[in-house]
């Protein structure tokens, strides 16, 4: 099993943000970048403007959080390249049980990795 590594410091999350490539799906956005070490970093934001209520914002990083865990324990033989990923919240992730994020960001990996702009 592999064990997911977490962004972590704000200027990480910000080279991510001005320098990834972005994609848009309809609980997230993931903005994906190469880095220059061996494993893939990933990074959860929920802000408030999406959520008011912290319940509801952790909610939405707990569900982000086990995507990432059950598709890099899943698909132990999906290398992703050595990618820093940022997931942003959509409001409307909380309407939906954890299959729906864990398929939409499996998706959202294969288009990123396959795309050599990033």
């Known amino acids: 099993m592999m064990t997911v590594r ?3 410091s704000s200027h990480d999350f910000q080279v991510v943000y001005k ?3 972005r994609f848009d799906s309809r609980y997230m956005t993931v903005f994906a970048l190469q880095n220059a070490i ?3 970093r ?3 934001t929920a802000s408030r403007r999406v959520a008011k209520n912290a319940v509801d914002r952790n909610r939405m990083k707990r569900l982000l959080r086990e995507a990432v865990r059950s598709i890099s324990s899943e698909n132990s033989e999906l290398s992703f390249a050595r990618y820093d990923f940022v997931i942003n919240a ?3 992730l ?3 049980k954890v ?3 864990c398929a939409e960001l499996a998706l959202i990996f294969m288009s990123a990795t396959r ?3 990033a």
């Open 99 to 101: 299959s729906v994020p």
């Open 6 to 8: 977490w962004l972590k």
């Open 19 to 21: 320098t990834g490539k």
């Open 94 to 96: 909380l309407a939906v």
């Open 38 to 40: 061996e494993t893939d």
């Open 115 to 117: 795309s050599k702009t």
């Open 90 to 92: 959509k409001r409307s």
């Open 42 to 44: 990933f990074g959860l």
